[in-house]
């Protein structure tokens, strides 16, 4: 026997309790049910697709979640008689109306689920965007938690990282590079200074053991020979703090060595043309 939604109501308060009772606890066994898949649902990877990224796990048990919860309230109403089929018409008409008035939601939530999928940008990434960099705490559906070298943490709708340019440190590689650039004075000895600088570069803790320093010599300055020094380290996040202690290095060094690091120079020639009559 079907109803129609407000004999339903009527029936839940007039009529036979047990079938009530009966939807209250598919509803709940449902809300326990997707959160227990939702939690195990880690587990279940580890074992059987070990390979598989940490941002497609939470995709996976999201869907698993959002999929046995809704399903149970669904046969809940269909337990007290709610009729689905006028229950659901209404529903499409009111996620389109949604969807057309809430446009910016709907595409960051389609922008997360393919962040999730394609695994471009994962937690725990070190990534620049818009000139700064940042490291991705998580990922969610509609939104990205971000934290910048301040501790600032920053919420971006996820349409925001999948549209705009993205400067990533972390692809595919855990190796980041420090850059050290340093002008020294013409006439030193170009084969020492080599050496001093390659040497500063090994000093420094937390670089790849892996990739030895990188010293050039860039070009010809107007004051000076400019060195580049490059160094490759583990944790991109630690940048800032390497690139400082890099720097203090190469001066101590440098200084120890009596290398000379000249200011800029610049002739200026004054001329007073003589008096027109």
Known sequence: MEYSNVESLLWMITGDWHYAALALVVFVSGLVASQVLFRQSSAFFDRFFPRSSKSMRILVGRILRIGVFGTSILVALEIIGV?????????TVVLVGLGLALQEITRSIAAGILLLMERQIEPGDVIVFEDEAWRVIHIHLRTARLENHLGEMMVMPNYLLASRPVRHRTHKTRCHQIVCEIGIAYGSDVQQTFEVLAAAAATIPGRDMDASPRVLLREFGASSL??????AINDPWQAPEMTSALNVAILDALKDAQIAVPYPQLDVHHHNPEKMP
């Open 226 to 231: 400019d060195f580049v020094v490059r160094v």
């Open 83 to 91: 009729d689905l089929n006028s229950l659901l018409a209404v529903g």
